[in-house]
């Protein structure tokens, strides 16, 4: 028989290991507004949204000083980071815009719209919002049809002003 896993099953945290603990702070605390949790010595740090325990941890425990994992090698693609309401994925566009932090994409997958960077690590990162579930793109069998088509980031940029 097979499992399936239950329906209200959430991904907690993501912890990755970062070779400058207050680099990568400058980035998730500075520029996208994560709160700091828990400092846990001097080589990891516990951030989050909201108070929750933490949402991304940050350590430096066999990275520290070491360069960017390669691209083209197994691990992590990309962290996701899933904004309630679209206006709030336009204000995070205006932070990163403001800062001159470089996007490496911007797509309207039909179920979200997503702007995707890199920490100063390298870590891929996925800034997003859902649209509401009865609005996502389905086949005539009713399957979630997604998509990969150019973001219109002036439109968005209008819901930060």
Excluded: C
Aim: a negative charge; proline letters at 6%.
């Amino acid at each position: 028989m097979s499992y399936t896993i239950p329906p209200n099953t959430r991904i907690g945290h993501v912890h990755l290991k970062v070779a400058d603990l207050e680099r990568s702070l400058k980035f998730y605390r500075d520029l996208l507004g994560f709160e700091v949790q828990q400092f846990y010595g001097s080589d990891a740090v516990f951030i989050s949204a909201g108070g929750y325990h933490h949402h991304i941890g940050l350590n430096t425990w066999y990275s520290k000083n070491a360069p960017p994992a390669p691209v083209r090698a197994a691990g992590l693609f990309h962290t996701a980071i899933l904004y309630p309401e679209r206006k709030d994925l336009a204000v995070a566009l205006k932070r990163l815009m403001d800062a001159s932090y470089p996007l490496t994409g911007a797509s309207d997958h039909g179920v979200s719209e997503a702007l995707y960077l890199n920490d100063p690590d390298e870590n891929g990162v996925e800034l997003y919002w859902d649209r509401p579930k009865e609005d996502w793109p389905v086949d005539s069998n009713g399957r979630v049809q997604m998509g990969t088509e150019a973001l219109d980031l002036d439109a968005l940029l209008k819901l930060a002003e």
